[in-house]
């Protein structure tokens, strides 16, 4: 069974940092390009961000280019998202999600995590 | 970035009624790379439909998508109770990949 599990959301202050962690288990973790998916509270879904398999190529969307930095550790199956310089309308549920597929410019998400809320406020 | 505009933005209907779900983008979806998810309040959303009309791993008959270029629709042949949810459309074609705004199908 595919498994993901967020942690390390918090309240943090406006312009702090933070790093998030998705646990993968279920699957081959190598072989599968993971993202970070956001949902601001009573809105919609956003793309944040994707790693290939391999980790050797990353995509971000433009309001958090230059401020989050995705990786991930084949050792410890794992997903990260570090952000820094976060600011109010980065607020958001973050969830980890999974697929075996990738087309270039995007995927369909698979598997999904419960997600991790982060509230960036003073 | 392409724009998704879901509608309508609130479907009221009953159990057992059919359910017709819009999504139109703002330009062409290359090769139909457009997915559905259902999102129950509380929990991640979840896959139905991909490449605008097949379904993923273990989701019933009754959900079925269809389109191609802008217009896409989800179609739920039979309300069932675990239906009522909020719906969105993804493109992946282009990249950002983006998501509509969402329908919410909820009970009458």
């Known amino acids: 069974e595919v498994q993901l599990v967020e942690s390390g959301g918090i309240l943090v202050q406006p312009g702090g940092s933070l790093r998030l962690s998705c646990a993968a288990s279920?699957?081959?973790?190598?072989?599968?390009?993971m993202s970070w998916v956001r949902q601001a509270p009573g809105m919609g879904l956003e793309w944040v961000s994707t790693?290939?398999?391999?980790?050797?190529?990353?995509y971000y969307t433009d309001s958090v280019k230059g401020r989050f930095t995705i990786s991930r550790d084949i050792s410890q199956n794992t997903v990260f998202l570090q952000m820094t310089s976060l600011r109010a309308d980065d607020t958001a549920i973050y969830y980890c999600a999974t697929t075996s597929y990738y087309y270039g410019s995007g995927s369909y998400w698979e598997h999904w995590g419960q997600g991790t809320l982060v509230t960036v406020s003073s | 970035e392409i724009v998704l505009t879901q509608s309508p933005g609130t479907l009221s209907l009953s159990p057992g009624e059919r359910a017709t779900l819009f999504c139109r983008a703002s330009q062409s979806v290359r090769s139909s790379y457009l997915a559905w998810y259902l999102q129950k309040p509380g929990q991640a959303p979840r896959l139905l439909i991909y490449g605008a009309s097949i379904r993923a791993t273990g989701i019933p008959d009754r959900f079925s998508g269809s389109g191609s270029g802008t217009d896409f629709t989800l179609n739920i042949s039979r309300l069932e109770p675990e239906d009522f949810a909020v719906y969105y459309c993804q493109q992946y074609g282009t990249s950002p990949q983006t998501f509509g705004q969402g329908t919410k199908v909820e009970i009458k």
């Open positions: 279920g699957f081959t973790f190598t072989r599968s390009v």
């Open positions: 790693i290939s398999g391999g980790g050797d190529s990353t």
